[in-house]
């Protein structure tokens, strides 16, 4: 039985120290397709994490704010910070009804559960979700806040030394396949806006010859 336990503990050692026993849920849209992300002209980012590194083991809160609007940044897609935090008195909710439009959604990033590991290193979760109106397809009249997309992963990094980097590479690859579906589906948007534009002009044109 000790022999048994032993080599659990080894393999539960070996998967530990690739530092992805990661739990994770479904990437990507919500709605069927990335359609919901087409139109979305600016993101409101919610950065929800310790501001104290040694609460966070390392990990930056300005420096991850900052990387995540240069990322986004990077294809022309405006990210700012999320207003509420300059007002104290102000809850979440109601600053989220003023900020979320047909143009802006709101980028949650919230990545937190940091424990200390008996064999060393941390353990951490990384969830992203946009939240930001969306409209019926059987009826575009009505539109109503949802969240149309999201990604989260639990996991753990034996190395304390590099934690934080592991860390930060694990957001950003989240954030890359998001930014991958909102070009995706802003360049279709644009491709059809396209079509319908030219077989307007054709009609025009035919018109004209009449």
Same mark, same amino acid.
């Given at each position: 039985m000790k022999t048994k336990?032993?080599?659990?503990l080894v393999m539960?050692?070996?998967i530990c120290g690739c530092g992805h026993v990661a739990t994770k849920v479904? %990437?990507?849209?919500?709605?069927?397709?990335n359609e919901s992300l087409a139109g979305i002209k600016n993101f409101e980012l919610k950065l929800i994490m310790?501001?104290? $590194?040694? $609460?966070s083991y390392g990990l930056k809160y300005e420096e991850i704010d900052k990387n995540i609007k240069l990322a986004f940044g990077a294809y022309g897609i405006k990210v700012?910070?999320?207003?509420?935090?300059?007002?104290?008195?102000?809850p979440s909710? $109601?600053?989220t009804a003023l900020s979320l439009s047909e143009e802006t959604a709101v980028l949650h990033v919230r990545i937190d559960e940091f424990w200390p590991l008996a064999i060393g290193g941390y353990s951490y979760r990384i969830q992203i979700s946009v939240l930001q109106f969306a409209r019926l397809s059987r009826d575009q009249k009505i539109h109503f806040q949802a969240i149309t997309w999201e990604d989260s992963i639990a996991s753990l990094c034996t190395t304390e030394s590099a934690f %934080?980097?592991?860390v930060e590479r694990a957001l950003y690859t989240r954030l890359d396949q998001l930014i991958k579906d909102y070009l995706a589906a802003n360049l279709r948007q644009k491709s059809e806006e396209?079509? $319908?534009d030219n077989r307007k002009a054709v009609e025009k044109k035919n018109e004209d010859k009449k």
């Open positions: 336990n032993y080599w659990i539960m050692f070996v479904r %990437a990507g849209n919500i709605l069927s397709g310790p501001r104290d $590194e040694k $609460e700012f910070s999320d207003l509420s935090v300059l007002f104290d008195n102000m909710q $109601e600053h %934080a980097l592991k396209q079509k $319908e």
